[in-house]
């Protein structure tokens, strides 16, 4: 069951007694519950039939002796078990999800790992409860996914402008959601986003950014490149070393791949890339040509090395913005 089925049936009043909530992301998570915490019962009924826990404050006889009594004038009662993970004995629910009361709708938040599918909690719950994984995008799924986000909000975005939200916001899906709300607000429906719009609303440089250094190294264009890294070490905060170095390491293992599938198409090569679309491989191919497989050899090993010295191996005195300085140089020479 996807979360859209489990929104639909809540809007359709058609009620389960337990929702089971887990897995490493959270956004999910907190939208399936919000979603009930805001619209299962009026304001009116929330004061007596609505009740939120946290795992650790709480203790399995409690949210038991909660859940088994009735609604007061409402159909149903409410109870969200927030940080579910954090509390202790929680598998003492058990008995409850085998015969849970029919008005009570709890809510069991699992938040930031998945729950051990093997125990016998586990198994109650796949009897007696909606059980919901929640799991994290990779990292060549992020575009597409806020593409498909701001679709929803009526708006649509360029390729390079939701790559470039997903290079530097990752995959935690919460985060980018927030920045994401900013340009909703800010922009008319049906505003076709750019790189401009990111810069203005987010903060995000449509010039100086992670995008951007890739494609400069790529290209072997060495003033854009260090043009980029001045920029980057003006604004450390925005640009730390490590996330910069993880991006590179990402990117020239793909161009490392791309030389073994010389004699491969262009879709095959695109799917072994996790590339969203051929648009992208454009860029690999040039890099490609400028960097044999000898020098990207000699690019991871760099960055395996300066991803040390950013965390103190080997480094007792220089700063992350010197760091990056050598680590470009010796890139591009």
Known sequence: ?????????????????????????????DLISKYIEDNVLSEGEKSFNQMTFYGKDSDAKTIIDAASRYPMMASHQVLILKEAQEMKGLQDLQ??????????????????????????????????????????????QVADWITTFLKSKKMTISPSASQLIAEYLGTDLSKIVNELDKLVINLPAGTAITEKHIQDNIGISKDFNVFEL?????????????????????NPRKNPLVVVIGTLYNYFSKV???????????QEVSRALKLRSDFFLKEYKVTARNFNLAHTKKVISLLKEYDLRSKGVDNSSTNEGELMKELVWKILH
């Open 214 to 234: 890739q494609k400069a190294l790529g290209s072997r264009n060495v003033v854009k490149a260090n043009r980029i890294v001045n920029y980057f070490i003006s």
């Open 256 to 266: 490392f791949i791309m030389h073994f599938m010389k004699n491969s198409g262009d």
């Open 95 to 140: 008995p409850y999800i085998e015969k849970a009361v029919p008005t009570t709708i709890l809510v069991i938040c699992h938040k930031y790992k998945k729950l051990d599918a093997r125990t016998r909690f586990a198994k109650s719950l796949k009897k007696g409860a909606v059980v919901y994984e929640s799991k994290k995008l990779y990292d060549n």
């Open 1 to 29: 069951m996807t979360h859209q089925d489990i929104l639909k049936s809540i809007r359709a009043k058609q009620y389960q007694p337990v929702y089971f909530l887990h897995g490493p992301e959270s956004y999910y998570i």
